[in-house]
């Protein structure tokens, strides 16, 4: 009996086994040996979840035989490179080439890193030097590298400006801000916009729907700043890891720790930047920022679609949100600061609020458009992605919060309308706006200018730019908006001031 209760137990044992194989599906069968059930129980994880396509041999390059691979110029701006096949030993970047007239002056495309101060002399100090870039030929190569070199491989984001940089026009009365106190939202406005927008000039038929041949970035490196990308509010973060989940950030340490090696170094693709390069281009002024002159390059009118919809789909935002081109019920966001802090910061006056509300609702009420009324930092990230991925046109006073233009959809009435203290004037957003396909407007008061136009302003930042007094006539907003919905072909401007006397420009 005892004989024939082991055999039953063993034939049910080996039944369990056999139905296990059957039913569970393939994909979901784990590749483990019963030793390493013994050692390894923790860690069992499906064969198919680890796909990883390259090797340990892969971090290194060499061309023993071959000839020291040369550099290539693929794209270029003045203070916007990209380059292929770049070294790096000791802390300076190296071209290598036969051909040293295929690439621009170098000081059109690098900078010494030192901070602007505006004294006598610093100009000339920023001018780079052989510590910062040189370009040499293959034999010299062959002699500072011999015939190897560590690699980074994909694509790298180098930004070569010092931590003091100064990204934001309204800070400029404060020379010490470093990149991690100017607003978050002008940091990726001003760089990271800027590299893809360099970076998306190599690939001319990005579609509609964010789909590009170009291979995602690995990283952003930082060789004079600390900590660049991370801001108190925490946008930075979120949209550079939802863009690029892989991406790595090295900063000045990691740089003196990679030149300290006394090794070379071999990056695949770089696209590189300096703002102090960049102030050289001719038509960097009147507007004073990096992404006007990297929109001199060819592009795709999509080029931002992949980044678009990489953040959105990160958010969960519903394909109907993602996708260019859809149409529907217009959606008005207008993005209140009353409650923003600090107190006494930019805010419009209460009647100007209270007037704005009401001339809105009456919209929504008349027209049946949506009209969301938000204080974006009362949102999360996702909420106020996913929102601003739906409207159509935005409102908000000059501030953090138009940032979330970035992620409107495109189209003919796409509106972005900015109220300024009279009569100052930013391009902050209105740049990133026009580049990105989004008209935008200005208003001052019961008065509007197309930031594209003859009516456009000289930037500017009067006294009270920055207080709890701005004005604002609702029914003026509400009747640009209703203008923008019904005839969006139709660009006015409602200004009876004499732009000559404010110092008007022509864009």
Same mark, same amino acid.
């Given at each position: *009996? @005892?004989? *024939?209760?082991?055999?039953?137990?063993?034939?049910?044992?080996?039944?369990?086994?056999?139905?296990?194989?059957?039913?569970?599906?393939?994909?979901? #069968?784990?590749? @483990?040996?019963?030793?390493?059930? !013994?050692?390894?129980?923790?860690?069992?994880?499906?064969?198919?979840?680890?796909?990883?396509?390259?090797?340990?041999?892969?971090? #290194?390059?060499?061309?023993?035989?071959?000839?020291?691979?040369?550099?290539?110029?693929?794209?270029?701006?003045?203070?916007?490179?990209?380059?292929?096949?770049?070294?790096?030993?000791?802390?300076?970047?190296?071209?290598?080439?036969?051909?040293?007239?295929?690439?621009?002056?170098?000081?059109?495309?690098?900078?010494?890193?030192?901070?602007?101060?505006?004294?006598? $002399?610093?100009?000339?100090?920023?001018?780079?030097?052989?510590?910062? *870039?040189?370009?040499?030929?293959?034999?010299?190569?062959?002699?500072?590298? $011999?015939?190897?070199?560590?690699?980074?491989? $994909?694509?790298?984001?180098?930004?070569?400006?010092?931590?003091?940089?100064?990204?934001?026009?309204?800070?400029?009365?404060?020379?010490?801000?470093?990149?991690?106190?100017?607003?978050?939202?002008?940091?990726?406005?001003?760089?990271?916009?800027?590299?893809?927008?360099?970076?998306?000039?190599?690939?001319?038929?990005?579609?509609?729907?964010?789909?590009?041949? +170009?291979?995602?970035?690995?990283?952003?490196?930082?060789?004079?700043?600390?900590?660049?990308?991370?801001?108190?509010?925490?946008?930075?973060?979120?949209?550079?890891?939802?863009?690029?989940?892989?991406?790595?950030?090295?900063?000045?340490?990691?740089? &003196?720790?990679?030149?300290?090696?006394?090794?070379?170094?071999?990056?695949?693709? /770089?696209?590189?930047?300096? #703002?102090?390069?960049?102030?050289?281009?001719?038509?960097?002024?009147?507007?004073?920022?990096?992404?006007?002159?990297?929109?001199?390059?060819?592009?795709?009118?999509?080029?931002?679609?992949?980044?678009?919809? %990489?953040?959105?789909?990160?958010?969960?935002?519903?394909?109907?949100?993602?996708?260019?081109?859809?149409?529907?019920?217009?959606?008005?966001?207008? &993005?209140?600061?009353?409650?923003?802090? =600090?107190?006494?910061?930019?805010?419009?006056? %209460?009647?100007?609020?209270?007037?704005?509300?009401?001339?809105?609702?009456?919209?929504?009420?008349?027209?049946?458009?949506?009209?969301?009324?938000?204080?974006?930092? !009362?949102?999360?990230?996702?909420?106020?992605?996913?929102?601003?991925?739906?409207?159509?046109?935005?409102? $908000?006073?000059?501030?953090?919060?138009?940032?979330?233009? +970035?992620? *409107?959809?495109?189209?003919?009435?796409?509106?972005?309308?900015?109220?300024?203290? =009279?009569?100052?004037?930013?391009?902050?957003?209105?740049?990133?706006?026009?580049?990105?396909?989004?008209?935008?407007?200005?208003?001052?008061?019961?008065?509007? @200018?197309?930031?594209?136009?003859?009516?456009?302003?000289?930037?500017?930042?009067?006294?009270?730019?920055?207080?709890?007094?701005?004005?604002?006539?609702?029914?003026?907003?509400?009747?640009?908006?209703?203008?923008?919905?019904?005839?969006?072909?139709?660009?006015?401007? !409602?200004?009876?001031?004499?732009? #000559?006397?404010?110092?008007?420009?022509? /864009?």
């Amino acid at each position: *009996m @005892f004989l *024939m209760s082991r055999r039953r137990a063993t034939v049910l044992l080996i039944l369990i086994v056999v139905s296990c194989c059957v039913f569970i599906p393939q994909s979901k #069968r784990f590749s @483990f040996t019963w030793a390493r059930y !013994k050692s390894e129980v923790t860690s069992l994880v499906p064969s198919e979840a680890l796909p990883y396509t390259s090797k340990f041999s892969d971090n #290194r390059i060499n061309w023993t035989g071959r000839g020291t691979p040369q550099t290539t110029l693929q794209a270029h701006t003045t203070g916007w490179s990209v380059l292929d096949s770049l070294y790096a030993f000791n802390g300076t970047l190296y071209v290598v080439t036969d051909d040293p007239t295929a690439f621009p002056p170098l000081r059109e495309m690098i900078c010494t890193g030192i901070p602007a101060n505006g004294n006598k $002399g610093n100009e000339a100090a920023r001018e780079p030097t052989d510590a910062d *870039m040189r370009v040499i030929d293959i034999a010299e190569a062959t002699r500072l590298f $011999g015939y190897s070199a560590s690699r980074l491989g $994909g694509v790298t984001m180098l930004c070569n400006d010092p931590d003091q940089c100064k990204y934001s026009n309204s800070r400029r009365k404060s020379p010490s801000f470093t990149l991690t106190e100017v607003s978050p939202c002008l940091t990726y406005l001003e760089v990271f916009i800027g590299f893809w927008r360099t970076y998306s000039s190599l690939d001319l038929n990005i579609t509609s729907n964010g789909d590009t041949v +170009l291979p995602p970035v690995s990283r952003m490196i930082f060789p004079h700043a600390k900590n660049a990308f991370h801001d108190h509010a925490g946008v930075n973060q979120v949209v550079l890891r939802a863009a690029f989940p892989s991406i790595a950030f090295e900063y000045k340490d990691d740089w &003196i720790d990679r030149a300290s090696t006394g090794m070379p170094i071999y990056l695949d693709r /770089v696209v590189l930047t300096s #703002r102090s390069t960049i102030k050289r281009h001719k038509n960097y002024q009147p507007d004073a920022k990096m992404i006007s002159v990297a929109d001199h390059l060819p592009k795709s009118p999509y080029w931002w679609s992949p980044i678009r919809r %990489q953040v959105l789909e990160f958010v969960k935002a519903p394909e109907e949100t993602i996708a260019l081109g859809g149409s529907g019920n217009p959606v008005i966001t207008y &993005i209140s600061r009353q409650n923003s802090l =600090p107190i006494g910061g930019r805010k419009l006056t %209460q009647d100007g609020h209270r007037s704005l509300v009401d001339a809105l609702l009456g919209l929504e009420a008349r027209y049946g458009y949506e009209v969301n009324i938000v204080e974006m930092e !009362k949102l999360s990230k996702a909420e106020q992605f996913k929102l601003a991925g739906r409207t159509t046109i935005m409102i $908000g006073v000059h501030g953090n919060g138009l940032s979330s233009l +970035l992620w *409107m959809r495109p189209s003919p009435i796409a509106t972005v309308i900015e109220i300024y203290f =009279p009569p100052g004037f930013s391009a902050d957003y209105a740049i990133p706006a026009r580049i990105l396909g989004i008209e935008h407007y200005g208003v001052w008061g019961d008065r509007y @200018f197309r930031t594209e136009s003859e009516h456009r302003p000289k930037q500017q930042q009067p006294d009270g730019f920055h207080r709890d007094k701005i004005p604002a006539d609702g029914p003026t907003i509400a009747a640009l908006c209703a203008e923008r919905i019904n005839h969006p072909t139709r660009l006015s401007s !409602k200004i009876t001031i004499n732009i #000559r006397d404010i110092g008007g420009t022509n /864009v």
